[in-house]
């Protein structure tokens, strides 16, 4: 359902939609007795915890238990957004020719 990538597993991206509670905190939309509504804001989310910045919700927006679809023309755009948060990642240990030749100590 969710965006993955091969070289990222581990990683699952998804549209979160967010709401305005009336003390002025934002949640985000996942509850079972949440209801089918229009969705005004949202994040791009993934499973390792990253979130983007909060975004307007593009007109027609729709929350259903438990995703958010918005219009197709947008949803290059947020995939784009998620693919993004890669390269933020700390960079994975890699081996470099230093690590397979050293000098044992003289002696
Ligand atoms: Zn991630």
Partial sequence: ??????????????????????????????????QKRPVSSLLVACDCGWRSPRLVAPMGSMWFPFIVEIPERYRERAHELWRRHFDSLPDRPTLS????HFEWPAG
């Fill in 97 to 100: 020719a230093g690590d397979l």
């Fill in 1 to 34: 359902m969710g965006w993955t990538h091969d070289e990222h597993p581990g990683h699952e991206g998804y549209l979160v939609a967010t709401e305005r509670e009336a003390n002025g905190t934002w949640h985000e939309v996942r509850y079972p007795d949440d």
